[in-house]
């Protein structure tokens, strides 16, 4: 099954501890991006990769990292978690320029940082 | 002012009522994109369109380029439709940049 997957879906952690956010996909798409959603400001985007080794910031890459060392894996990094970062994350893949192609959302991932 | 702005913000309707939800936005754009994120979360692609009208089922998408203004229509409403509808554009920086959402809530 095509499909897009997080992981966790659910992390509740402690300010300053880092933590990776995985994402994967399974259908030899060229684009991945990472979105957050946060109540009244709708989804933003953090990082998006356009192939392998090759990302750029979104909207709000600030505190965020992210790698892509394999065209099927984009990880999203918070290397020292804030309570600003709590958030919903998504992460999406397209086959090709996510701007003219249909995006495959993943489940998503509920962070909470206290 | 947000580069993409969406209207209304809370939609209620009856069951098959003919529903129209805009998007109106700033940046000039190829190719503009409908999303539905569902009451539990999850976000699926409806349409992506640079020209014209796109339908698929009940669903009606329009773009109109010169006005820089989208509507998603959805005919004969049911209460499975309920949802918050997105559109996003990109960006004058290249990215995707997203409204803010309609939610959408149809009532048997």
């Known amino acids: 099954e095509a499909q897009v997957t997080q992981n966790p879906r659910y992390l509740i952690t402690v300010t300053g501890k880092k933590l990776t956010v995985t994402c994967s996909q399974n259908?030899?798409?060229?684009?991945m991006s990472w979105y957050r959603q946060d109540p009244g400001l709708g989804l933003r985007q953090i990082y998006y990769?356009?192939?392998?080794?090759?990302?750029d910031k979104g909207d709000v890459p600030e505190g965020y990292k992210v790698s892509r060392k394999e065209k099927r894996n984009f990880p999203l990094i918070l290397e020292s978690p804030s309570p600003n970062q709590t958030s919903l994350y998504f992460c999406?893949?397209?086959?090709?320029?996510?701007?003219?192609?249909?995006?495959?959302f993943g489940p998503g991932t509920r962070l909470t940082v206290l | 002012k947000n580069e993409v702005e969406q209207s209304p913000q809370n939609l209620t309707a009856q069951e098959g009522e003919f529903i129209t939800i805009n998007c109106s936005y700033s940046v000039g754009i190829s190719a503009l994109h409908w999303l539905q994120q569902h009451p539990g979360g999850g976000i699926v692609s409806l349409f992506m369109l640079s020209s014209g009208k796109k339908k698929h089922g009940r669903l009606i998408a329009t773009i109109n380029i010169q006005e820089k203004h989208s509507s998603l229509h959805i005919t004969a409403s049911h209460p499975r439709d309920s949802a918050v509808y997105i559109c996003?554009?990109?960006?004058?920086?290249?990215?995707?940049?997203f409204g803010k959402g309609t939610k959408l809530s149809v009532k048997p």
């Open positions: 996003a554009v990109r960006g004058s920086q290249g990215n995707l940049i």
């Open positions: 259908m030899n798409h060229e684009y």
């Open positions: 990769s356009m192939n392998v080794e090759v990302t």
């Open positions: 999406a893949s397209s086959r090709t320029s996510f701007l003219y192609n249909e995006q495959f």
